[in-house]
């Protein structure tokens, strides 16, 4: 499913949202169950991207909802393999309250254990502007999610965009 996004951008998302839908069916029909959990995640991840890509950010946070209670503990697995498309729709289901941070950053921290294309850097992009502690390689340990006041969801026109990730 890593050619839906092509399909999508290339003005196929039709075309890209039957292939994962044709995919999912496949897959819950000879793996069904906790045989196919973590490849039925995988689609779900690529499912909500494109729903999210296309409009349909409330569709994409339940979708999202929905793939991380197939992921389970291996949920760090889909968010590296789906990197860096996921993140605007993953964004979005934290700011919408559709995924707990409590449940994502620790997944992010096992995805990317340096913090090179997690949320350690872009909390780092975001302390750029200076203050306390600029600069320093940051603990996702502390790590906590809050809104950017003032800015409106691209997806939905309503509520905080997450703005960024704090680390204390």
């Known amino acids: 499913m890593n050619m839906a996004p092509v399909l999508a951008e290339n003005g196929a998302p039709d075309v890209a949202r039957s292939a994962v839908d044709e995919a999912l069916a496949t897959?819950?029909?000879?793996?069904?169950?906790?045989?196919?959990?973590?490849?039925?995640?995988?689609?779900?991840?690529?499912?909500?991207r494109l729903e999210y890509d296309t409009g349909e950010p409330e569709r994409s946070c339940a979708t999202l909802a929905r793939c991380w209670e197939e992921a389970g503990l291996q949920a760090d697995q889909v968010i590296r393999a789906h990197w860096p498309g996921l993140r605007p729709a993953l964004w979005h289901a934290l700011a919408e309250g559709a995924l707990s941070p409590d449940a994502v950053l620790p997944a992010m921290r096992d995805a990317f254990p340096g913090g090179a294309c997690g949320p350690a850097s872009a909390a780092a992009?975001?302390?750029?502007?200076?203050?306390?502690?600029?600069?320093?390689?940051?603990?996702?340990?502390?790590?906590?999610?809050?809104?950017?006041?003032?800015?409106?969801?691209?997806?939905?026109?309503?509520?905080?965009?997450?703005?960024?990730?704090?680390?204390s």
């Open 27 to 48: 897959l819950d029909n000879c793996f069904p169950g906790a045989r196919g959990r973590v490849h039925r995640a995988g689609l779900l991840a690529s499912r909500a």
């Open 125 to 167: 992009s975001a302390d750029s502007r200076g203050g306390a502690g600029a600069g320093r390689r940051r603990d996702l340990d502390s790590a906590r999610v809050v809104p950017r006041h003032g800015s409106v969801c691209r997806g939905c026109g309503t509520g905080p965009r997450l703005g960024r990730i704090l680390l």
